[in-house]
């Protein structure tokens, strides 16, 4: 950029400095050298770009987003919400996908700092709090579907609480041998639904069942596999998502196992497909949409510190009994 600068400055024969006044629209330029400095920039057909006016101005009007998973609904669902906002304010968004992959999610954090956004929005990852903090800092960075600890802002749902009412629902119809599917081992949001159903289960002092799961389809249905094989299969099932509990369907009706006669199943996240599954998904619902906006809304008025918490509900369809 800085040579065509300094062709626009040299045709218009004033300074870069005065050229890049003109630019940015800052600072005083005389009417008649401005005109100048225009008709030079048309004639050489000069077009800044956002980014190079933002490494002088400070404002590219850019932020970053990064999800574990744009596959997944719920994340797309936010990701959604966070850009209708941004779009509405005159922001862009630059998406990133890291896959729930650690290594993706630093080289994208680099990546953004290289292209002078002005805030991240991350929702869900695997990194480790500092290490993510350290990644994006000096940046402000909003969190969504995280729980952090320092004076970063966040958007939450309490997870604990929602896995121990998709647990009481169960409960509630009389399943006698419960089954939980995990989420990926380092997902915050995760590790909170198991710790909700492992002390739900405590309670009624009913012994509690664990399969690991990875949020998506093939996770739900392989475990639904192993499960519905067994000599003793569940007579209820409390998927961490809505994409294992599809899985954990469409395996039972392969299977042969009636819903909800012989299992019911419970999920997470109330996402669109959950209403057209056979039968309809029983399943606690995030509004994932308005927590995108609200992150936005945090990051557009560059609030510190604020933690906005959302309520998990459930949403009752016919998957249960």
Same mark, same amino acid.
């Given at each position: 950029m800085s040579n065509t600068i300094k062709e626009v400055a040299k045709l218009a024969g004033v300074s870069v400095s005065t050229v890049s006044r003109v630019i940015?629209?800052?600072?005083?330029?005389?009417?008649?050298?401005?005109?100048?400095?225009?008709?030079a920039m048309d004639t050489l057909r000069f077009e800044p770009s956002s980014i190079a006016r933002g490494l002088v101005s400070g404002k590219t009007s850019t932020i970053g987003l990064l999800l574990p998973d744009v596959s997944n609904p719920f994340f797309a669902e936010v990701a959604r919400g966070t850009e209708?906002?941004?779009i509405e304010s005159g922001f862009t968004v630059i998406l990133c996908n890291?896959?729930?992959?650690?290594?993706?999610?630093?080289?994208?954090?680099?990546? *953004?700092?290289?292209?002078?956004?002005?805030? #991240?929005? +991350?929702? %869900?990852?695997r990194s480790a709090e500092r290490d993510l903090i350290g990644a994006v800092s000096p940046l402000p960075c909003v969190f969504v579907d995280r729980k952090v600890s320092s004076d970063q802002s966040y958007i939450w749902i309490d997870h604990e609480k929602g896995a121990k009412?998709?647990?009481?629902?169960? *409960?509630?119809?009389?399943?006698?041998?419960? #089954?939980? +599917?995990? %989420?990926?081992?380092?997902?915050t949001s995760a590790r909170a639904r198991l710790s909700g159903y492992l002390k739900t289960m405590k309670k009624s002092g009913m012994e509690p069942k664990v399969l690991s799961g990875n949020f998506r389809f093939t996770g739900g249905y392989?475990?639904?596999?192993?499960?519905?094989?067994?000599?003793?299969?569940?007579?209820?099932?409390?998927?961490?998502?809505?994409?294992?509990?599809?899985?954990?369907?469409q395996a039972a009706n392969e299977l042969g196992v009636s819903i909800p006669n012989d299992v019911s199943i419970v999920g997470y996240d109330d996402i669109d497909m959950a209403k057209c599954t056979s039968p309809a998904?029983?399943?606690?619902?995030?509004p994932a949409n308005e927590m995108g906006r609200a992150a936005f809304s945090l990051f557009k008025n560059r609030v510190s510190e604020m933690k906005i918490e959302f309520d998990a509900k459930l949403v009752e369809r016919k998957s249960t009994k």
């Open positions: 940015n629209n800052s600072g005083y330029v005389g009417e008649k050298t401005r005109k100048k400095i225009v008709d209708e906002a941004a890291s896959n729930w992959d650690l290594e993706r999610e630093r080289m994208y954090l680099n990546v *953004l700092k290289g292209r002078a956004v002005e805030g #991240v929005i +991350v929702i %869900g990852n009412i998709a647990t009481e629902k169960l *409960l509630s119809i009389g399943c006698e041998h419960i #089954v939980h +599917v995990t %989420g990926p081992r380092k997902s392989e475990a639904a596999k192993a499960l519905f094989l067994n000599d003793n299969p569940p007579d209820g099932v409390f998927a961490a998502n809505d994409m294992m509990a599809i899985g954990i369907i998904l029983t399943t606690i619902r995030q």
